[in-house]
């Protein structure tokens, strides 16, 4: 069964950006010992991903390289006008998160869905009931302020801690399972 997962990366006081969308913080950590492996075995049962236009315009700018995730369908939630890399499979759309998570799930063909980068999609994903798994990397840093992980209106309820390792330079990988996810 296809599910949803929030694979992200938080300071300890809980925020995935600075306020003005920065990563150095988060940069200045790559390559920690287990983050390759880890990264690796999550997307290689990712069949989709979705993403809105800030994550998606911070991956054109940042990767000089090409579109990160070539052989995956890629949507991104977006009002805008955005150009496509040559060769992705990159679809905009716009709308309730709960009006396309069936065509996520048909598109990913049996593979899970990636809610990539901002919290305000993720949240929208928690609201509607459709997030299954929070991956919560947490980096010892504390930003003071900034993109909040989950900027929820309502609590989401009791979450189940369903593995916890400690990787390097002390970042600790958390998988979180959601219960009202359907």
């Known amino acids: 069964m296809t599910e949803f997962h ?26 920690f010992a287990g983050s390759e492996e880890s990264y690796a075995d999550f997307i290689a049962d990712i069949g989709c991903v979705v993403m809105g236009a800030q994550t998606y315009r911070w991956l054109r700018e940042n990767n000089s390289a090409a579109w990160p995730y070539p052989d995956v369908p890629s949507y991104v939630f977006t009002h805008q006008e955005l150009s496509v890399p040559a060769g992705a499979d ?17 598109v990913a ?9 901002g919290g305000d999609l993720a949240a929208q994903f928690v609201a509607a009931g459709s ?23 309502a609590p ?4 189940t801690l369903s593995r916890s390792r400690v990787l390097g330079r002390g970042v600790v990988e958390n998988r979180y399972r959601f219960h009202e996810a359907t």
């Open 90 to 106: 990159v679809r905009f759309i716009r709308g309730p998160v709960s009006e396309f998570t069936e065509d996520f799930a048909a």
């Open 6 to 31: 929030y694979f992200v990366a938080a300071s300890i006081d809980g925020f995935i950006a600075t306020d003005d969308h920065g990563l150095s913080w988060l940069l200045a950590f790559d390559g």
């Open 109 to 117: 063909q049996g593979k899970n869905v990636w809610v990539l980068g």
């Open 156 to 159: 989401s309820g009791d979450l």
């Open 131 to 153: 997030l299954h798994e929070l991956v919560l990397s947490v980096i010892p840093v504390v930003l003071g302020s900034g993109r909040r992980l989950l900027p929820l209106t």
